[in-house]
């Protein structure tokens, strides 16, 4: 036999290990589900063979220091996947299965749907006398060395302008991270080279492993008694990570799962999934609560010692709710059960189509801790917030502008744009026309837009502003992520829009109702003296994108960054938010580009 490392590796909490063994075998031995034209079979077992201890010795097992070893071959019956069920054809597949024990831990190699079983019995009610072995453990002995493949899911919100997962390979992945894009995203998978140890004889080179599975991989062994002495080694190597107690962490900029509920306290931001990052066979109900909560103003307010928070949904028929993170009785899930908020009056309980929209919050929020945890999509995360001040602030004056209305009114966008910089326009666009007069301007809002607005300067600095009202223009508010959200986000997205080549055919097209464009502060009836800038503007000239979002005041802002002691909750939502616009800055950047964010003086 030449089978290949694949291991799954348990730890044992039992005292009687040999009975625990026991156990484990006859629930791998047991069969699964059965399915219409499946049929599986054990044919040969390792004590049908000759005795267990017998076999042992020949096999040098306990030279190596194992304790238990069993294995059988099932053989497994199905039609060929391209064939009925009533076909006359038979795949015929066959299966092998080993366990082995040395001390407390466990060695399993069999299938995949095996290996399912076993991971999905291990979280079931009663619980079996194994549990995995800890992700810490797992990372800290095998994963040392120079990374050469990582597999990585996000933890953060989904968002169309970063990677649900994302998969790499290089010699030395370690040097590739980057702290602001990489901080959200957790180790579902990775591959290194293992150093050399004296211990290590057989188990050498590049080793993988899933630290949540807490399986392990290798290659294909030469014989089986390689394959004994590599999987020794292997627990070898776990036994003594695990007898240290301390554990080194060895990819510290990627996010950890954590299961323990008691360890989060202080809720004190949420996030919203928008509409437009849901999958594509997202409901109908869904969609509509998403758009709901990330119209809304959202507002938490966190328990010092539990989980627990209360979120004010502010928007028509409104108010505060209770919500418990707690674990599901069927899986290792952690779901937002809803209660009633009894600490303010009745005529503060949502209504219900907000707590319609808020019954999919397990789905669209993702809850921010003053631990340093995250919750979101049904897990919780321990994440390492970069605490490195954005540097691109620049906080202008509003005075005589309405710093929470983005745009004009209007009953039609042709409306809108015909409103934009009129003489009663005290909205952020007509600060925008009346900031940016030399050069050449146009407004694009509207559906499918490029940019709010798009600007060229004199000297060819070509600019695509991002305009969002505060959420409150009440002197002292406080920062908020989720007022930044989506205009981060449609910047993020539009990037690519700053290549003259990607905008002019853009900007082309004739738009009837988009006729707000202006020459040195003049209006203009149409875009030609803006396009012939655009043709003009030589390869050298600076691009930059700018967001326009007067939410955070420079008042706000200096007194939190000189701020001293345990940080406030508002200077969490601070770092939270400096780290989104670092990370959009980094993406700008990778463009030639650079980003400018304006708050407001007061």
């Keep these: 036999m030449r089978p290949y490392i694949s291991m799954t590796v348990l730890e044992c909490d ?29 044919v040969a077992a390792s004590a049908e063979e000759e005795p267990a201890d017998a076999a042992m010795v020949a096999l040098g097992a306990p030279e190596l220091g194992i304790d238990n070893l069993e294995g059988f071959v099932t053989q497994l019956q199905k039609p060929p996947a391209w064939a009925g069920l009533d076909t006359n054809f038979t ?16 060695a399993v190699h069999t299938d995949g749907s095996t290996e399912d079983r076993l991971l999905n019995w291990l979280d079931k009610e009663p619980r079996p006398p194994f549990r995995r072995v800890p992700p810490a453990v797992l990372k800290s002995a095998l994963l040392r060395g120079q990374a050469k493949g990582f597999w990585l899911k996000g933890t953060h919100p989904r968002l169309t302008t970063k990677p649900d997962t994302k998969n790499t390979s290089g010699i030395q992945l370690q040097d590739t991270i980057r702290p602001h894009e990489d901080a959200s995203f957790a180790v579902s998978a990775a591959r290194a080279e293992l150093p050399e140890q004296p211990d290590l004889q057989v188990l050498k080179g590049t080793v993988g492993c899933n630290p949540g599975d807490s399986s392990v ?17 292997l627990l070898v190597l776990l036994e003594k990570e695990l ?5 080194h962490d060895v990819l510290p900029h990627f996010a950890n799962e954590v299961t323990d509920l008691s360890l989060l306290q202080g809720a004190f931001e949420v996030m919203v999934t928008g509409p437009d990052n849901l999958p594509p066979n997202a409901s109908d109900e869904l969609r509509e609560a998403a758009g709901f909560l990330q119209d809304a103003v959202l507002t938490v307010e966190g328990s010092p010692t539990s989980a627990r928070f209360r979120l004010h949904v502010d928007s028509p028929g409104g108010g505060w709710t209770a ?33 319609d929209a808020l019954d999919h919050a397990g789905r669209l929020l993702t809850v921010y801790y003053r631990t340093g945890h995250t919750y979101n999509g049904g897990q919780v995360w321990e994440t390492k917030l970069p605490e490195t001040p954005f540097p691109r602030w620049k906080f202008q004056d509003f005075t005589g502008f309405a710093i929470d209305e983005e745009k004009p009114p209007g009953a039609s966008a042709q409306e809108i744009h015909a409103n934009t910089g009129g003489p009663q326009d005290n909205s952020l666009f007509g600060w925008v026309v009346e900031h940016f007069r030399d050069g050449w301007l146009i407004c694009d ?10 600007h060229i300067a004199h000297d060819g600095l070509l600019s695509l502003i991002h305009v969002k009202g505060a959420n409150s223009a009440v002197a002292g508010r406080r920062v908020s992520v989720h007022a930044f959200e989506v205009v981060v986000s449609q910047a993020t997205k539009n990037i690519g829009f700053l290549d003259p080549r ?9 738009k009837a109702h988009r006729l707000a464009c202006w020459s040195d502060g003049v209006r203009v009836p149409d875009r030609a003296d803006f396009l012939e800038s655009l043709e003009c503007r030589d390869a050298m000239d600076k691009r930059q994108v700018v967001i326009i979002q007067p939410h955070v005041s420079e008042l706000t802002y200096q007194r939190l960054r000189k701020s001293s002691g345990s940080p406030s909750d508002d200077l969490l939502r601070l770092r939270l938010l400096e780290d989104l616009l670092n990370s959009a800055w980094s993406s700008v950047a990778g463009s030639g580009a650079d980003l400018i964010v304006i708050g407001s003086k007061t």
Aim: with cysteine; charged share 20%.
């Design 445 to 454: 809002d509207g559906p499918g837009e490029v940019a709010d607005f798009v």
């Design 502 to 510: 990607l905008l002019r055919p853009r900007l082309e097209p004739p």
């Design 14 to 42: 039992s005292v009687n290990l040999p009975a625990a063994f026991a156990t484990l075998m006859a629930f791998l031995r047991t069969p699964g589900r059965s399915l219409p034209g499946r049929s599986v079979s054990i």
């Design 91 to 106: 795949d015929i597949v066959h299966h092998l299965s080993v366990a082995l024990r040395r001390g407390r831990l466990v």
């Design 323 to 355: 919500i418990k993170p707690k674990k599901t009785q069927t899986s290792t899930n952690v779901v937002l059960d809803l209660g009633v908020d009894r600490t303010c009056p009745a005529s503060l309980t949502p209504q219900r189509h907000v707590l």
């Design 243 to 247: 007898a240290a107690g301390t554990h």
């Design 217 to 233: 991989w290798w290659r294909a062994t030469a014989d089986f008694r390689t394959f004994l002495a590599a999987v020794s080694e």
